[in-house]
């Protein structure tokens, strides 16, 4: 952000201070840099099928006991040793490769 508001007050202050507002916004987006790199470097990231284990999910393809799942928008193959029917709430609770295995919850989902 700083970085173009110093290429815009380069292009708009007339000049000594053009340049004195330009250096300015300069070091004003170097110091963001290095704000933002020791914010968030430490953060571990989230990402892929371990991200889904513990939610729950709708089943849209009967699991008998193989089917489908949606878990936040996204369809997934999924195994229930128990078996669950079309549109039951079940959570995630492990996952083999790019399947799920889920457990039932014994509850409906609401279309």
Known sequence: ?????????????????NLVAFLVGLALFVCELVFWHRRVRGYRKEVG??????QSATVISSCRPD?????????????CTAGADRNQRVRVVGR????????????????
Do not use: D, H, N, Y
Not at 49 to 54: C, P, R, V
């Open 49 to 54: 099928a371990q991200k889904l284990i513990g």
């Open 96 to 111: 083999q490769g790019l399947l799920l295995i889920v457990e039932t919850g014994g509850q409906q989902a609401t279309s």
């Open 67 to 79: 089917g489908q799942v949606r878990v936040s928008g996204e369809i997934w193959a999924a195994r």
């Open 1 to 17: 952000m700083f970085l173009v508001v110093a290429l815009v007050l380069g292009f708009l202050v007339p000049w000594p201070w």
